[in-house]
T-cell receptor, first 112, second 114 residues
Framework: LAKTTQPISMDSYEGQEVNITCSHN???????ITWYQQFPSQGPRFIIQ???TKVTNEVASLFIPADRKSSTLSLPRVSLSDTAVYYC?????????????FGDGTTLTVKP | DGGITQSPKYLFRKEGQNVTLSCEQN?????MYWYRQDPGQGLRLIYY???????QKGDIAEGYSVSREKKESFPLTVTSAQKNPTAFYLC?????????????FGPGTRLTVL
């Protein structure tokens, strides 16, 4: 499966839009990109999943360029409660979810 | 109320003892997973199971054992062979085990070896 690379950490301020980019240069044709959020001492929770172009839900947007070698998670108008670790995963229907690794994620710190 | 439960929340163990962490789900999911998380690091897969009576080793299975006798239960035993077992342990489940499945996580068990 494609290896993913994310920045280790990011800082932002309340009310700003935050964009976290994930690099997955070896993404396969059937691979989807999934993002999770994890608060301290809790399990991760699903945020968004996409295959190409743009996906939006009530929490975030996911932008995937045509070559699909990277993806960007966009969090609009962040608040202090968005401080968390964000993980990017790559996987497809034909592989087991156990093969998609969480990596170290991106620690987002939102400041007042 | 559907979800995943893990018990206990905190667990203390003496060196040389085996300990079993419980994970139960009532989501009717086929697949279940165990992850280990060390401070400041990401999740590493210990074991996963896509179906009852079958399970596969993850990246760091040495010193751990699991069983999957029932669909809703996937207990993890941390054996004395695990050299550094102090960590946060997370159990998850997903509908089918496919690579695009959403994984649903339990609240975790924090294990400390004294």
């Amino acid at each position: 499966l494609a290896k993913t690379t994310q920045p280790i950490s990011m800082d932002s301020y309340e009310g700003q839009e935050v964009n976290i980019t994930c690099s997955h240069n070896n993404i396969a044709t059937n691979d989807y990109i999934t993002w999770y959020q994890q608060f301290p001492s809790q399990g991760p929770r699903f945020i968004i999943q996409g295959y190409k172009t743009k996906v939006t839900n009530e929490v975030a947007s996911l932008f995937i360029p045509a070559d699909r070698k990277s993806s960007t998670l966009s969090l609009p108008r962040v608040s202090l409660s968005d401080t968390a670790v964000y993980y990017c995963l790559v996987g497809n229907y034909n592989t087991n979810a156990g093969k998609s690794t969480f990596g170290d994620g991106t620690t987002l710190t939102v400041k007042p | 109320d559907g979800g995943i439960t893990q018990s206990p929340k905190y667990l203390f163990r003496k060196e040389g003892q085996n300990v079993t962490l419980s994970c139960e789900q009532n989501l009717n999911h086929d697949a279940m997973y165990w992850y280990r998380q060390d401070p400041g690091q990401g999740l590493r897969l210990i074991y996963y199971s896509q179906i009852v009576n079958d399970f596969q080793k993850g990246d760091i299975a040495e010193g751990y054992s699991v069983s999957r006798e029932k669909k809703e239960s996937f207990p993890l035993t941390v054996t004395s062979a695990q050299k550094n077992p102090t960590a946060f342990y997370l159990c998850a489940s997903s509908p089918t085990g496919g690579g695009t499945d959403t994984q649903y996580f339990g609240p975790g068990t924090r294990l400390t070896v004294l």
